[in-house]
């Protein structure tokens, strides 16, 4: 269930945010001033935001670009009464992804809500890398197989991400090395082999499949089949 937090200072329309929020199924809390939405949004678990712009304590502009300096990528929906184009490119600029003008229609307010999480949820697919039982999420940098958080180095994570990239396909040493390393093949250094062979260690447990495989003379592989 999606949770959605209302930063909102005027009670009556608050309530009528929650009220339709909630109607549709989403589990939302509320915050009735910029300092408490701050931090309410500042310790992440939401899916989305609306954030009106003239608030008390914290403004909406103000707490929009505090939420992104702190990497809070939580979709917002802008609600003002301030309706004239430089306006809504404030809020756009500071950190919201839509901006809407009161009076509005709560039916309207659902739907960009909507949009917006359909959004946030095709951009974290794009940012999670995903092979039979392993995901690796592009922004936090966890590695999971079979469930199990793995922690792998930071050559380790960019190896794995070219393997499951370019997965069931054979790698040679020149790729892996550029792709990793960044610049020209040494054919004489075990780099690329110490590092496999780590990450495979990393890889292994009971139960489970053995995932990269050596193409012999040529590189590796990852493949669930050998």
């Not at 839509?98 to 039916?107: C, E, I, S, V």
């Not at 958080?149 to 040679?172: A, D, G, I, N």
């Not at 550029?178 to 496999?196: A, K, M, Q, S």
Request: no cysteine; proline share 3%; glycine share 8%.
């Amino acid at each position: 269930m999606p949770r959605i937090l209302t930063i909102e200072d005027d009670a009556d329309t608050a309530a009528e945010i929650v009220r339709a929020l909630t109607d549709r199924g989403f589990e939302v809390d509320r915050a009735s001033d910029g300092v408490e939405g701050l931090r309410l949004a500042s310790s992440g678990g939401y899916d989305a935001i609306t954030l009106d712009r003239m608030l008390q304590g914290v403004d909406g502009l103000a707490l929009a670009s505090a939420l992104k300096d702190r990497g809070v990528m939580t979709p917002i929906l802008l609600i003002s009464a301030l309706n004239d184009v430089d306006e809504r490119i404030k809020g756009l600029r500071a950190g919201g992804d839509d901006y809407l003008t009161k009076p509005f229609a709560l039916g309207e307010m659902l739907a960009r809500v909507e949009v917006l999480l359909r959004r946030s949820a095709a951009d974290a697919e794009k940012l999670l890398l995903r092979y039979a039982d392993v995901e690796l999420d592009l922004v936090s940098h966890v590695v999971r197989r079979a469930g199990r958080e793995l922690r792998l180095f930071p050559k380790e994570l960019k190896l794995l991400e070219m393997f499951m990239r370019h997965s069931e396909q054979v790698l040679t040493r020149t790729m892996i090395f550029e792709g990793v390393w960044g610049y020209t093949f040494d054919p004489g250094t075990n780099l690329i082999d110490v590092h496999v062979r780590t990450l495979r260690k990393k890889l292994e447990g009971p139960g489970l499949v053995d995932l990269i495989h050596t193409a012999r003379g040529v590189g590796y592989t990852l493949s669930v089949q050998p």
